[in-house]
């Protein structure tokens, strides 16, 4: 179901599962735009900031509490990035990237929208890039994900109509979005 693997290290810990692979893709990219606005939100709701993270504001859980910890102050390095990324994974999921997008219809579809179940077990799947026959109008999707236990972010195969290799139909007609390892409501389309 692998049609590619993205060249981005997956850590060495068991952590960017699903949604770390989402959340780790729209940060590599904020980071290399605005570093100052990559913040995500954990499964407790609370907010966490990278910019906060290096200014020595960091966090611990205690229970089901998320309680201020004072960290050592660092430079906004992509190593100091890479820690903050950590802990997010660590403390976030499905159910808290479901919680910081926003619904979006599925024909309005663009590339960084993210498929997501939020749940336990949930999954969510990027889309990573869109074309469209501009006589039709009809709408493909390239599709990335990771899974459990952590694993590299790989390009999907479209296993279910396999003539069309890496890239996924959006009909807006349909009431579900298949994806080779998770069956999505069309619903479930989400925006950051």
């Not at 060495?12 to 980071?31: G, K, M, P, S, T």
């Not at 910081?100 to 939020?118: K, M, R």
């Not at 790989?154 to 396999?162: A, E, G, W």
Request: hydrophobic share 40%.
């Amino acid at each position: 179901m692998h049609a590619a693997v993205l060249n981005i290290d997956v850590g060495r810990r068991d952590l960017q599962q699903c949604a770390d692979a989402v959340i780790r893709l729209r940060a590599e990219y904020q980071f290399s735009q605005q570093p100052s606005q990559v913040h995500f939100q954990l499964t407790s709701g609370d907010d966490i900031r990278f910019a906060d993270w290096i200014g020595g504001r960091g966090f611990r859980v205690e229970g089901g509490t998320v309680q201020p910890a004072a960290r050592p102050v660092e430079e906004p390095t992509h190593a100091a990035f890479r820690r903050y990324l950590d802990q997010i994974f660590t403390y976030a999921g499905t159910k808290s990237l479901a919680r910081e997008t926003v619904p979006v219809p599925l024909p309005q579809v663009q590339p960084g929208d993210v498929l997501v179940h939020g749940g336990a077990p949930g999954h969510a799947v990027i889309v990573l890039d869109l074309a469209e026959y501009p006589t039709s109008g009809r709408k493909y999707v390239l599709l990335a994900q990771s899974y459990m236990p952590a694993q590299q972010i790989h390009v999907l195969r479209n296993t279910m109509m396999p003539a069309l290799g890496a890239w996924f139909a959006v009909d807006p007609q349909l009431s579900e979005f298949d994806t080779p390892e998770w069956t999505f409501s069309r619903n479930e389309l989400q925006r950051f």
